[in-house]
């Protein structure tokens, strides 16, 4: 079943709310790096994320060397090949709720 896709006056709230992100892959994903201390720090972050993941069955693309994390948010179901819908909404605000703290 296919997610509704964000319109682009949603796709503005959305980067408007989150300055830290950016468009991707023509604007049907968003991506924003995290630089930690270490890479005891960026595990730690990306363990959070996995259990917020989970909990929203919603599961981020990441890259992870040593104290860099990038992320990309997209959901692969939505529209006819993938784009931004509100699950990655808000899942860009539970990941900055980690990094506000």
């Excluded at 509704?4 to 604007?27: C, K, S, V, Y």
């Excluded at 924003?32 to 972050?45: E, I, V």
């Excluded at 990655?88 to 990094?99: E, P, Q, Y």
């Amino acid at each position: 079943m296919s997610v509704p896709e964000l319109d682009p006056q949603e796709i503005t709230a959305l980067l408007e709310a989150h300055p830290a992100w950016e468009l991707a892959r023509e604007g049907k994903a968003i991506t924003r790096t995290f630089q930690f201390k270490d890479f005891s720090q960026a595990w730690g972050f990306m363990s959070r994320v996995a259990l917020l993941a989970e909990a929203q069955d919603h599961h981020p693309e990441w890259f992870n060397v040593y104290a860099k994390v990038e992320v990309t948010l997209t959901t692969h179901d939505a529209g006819a090949s993938g784009g931004l819908s509100q699950r990655d909404a808000k899942m860009a605000r539970a990941i900055d709720g980690l990094v506000a703290q």
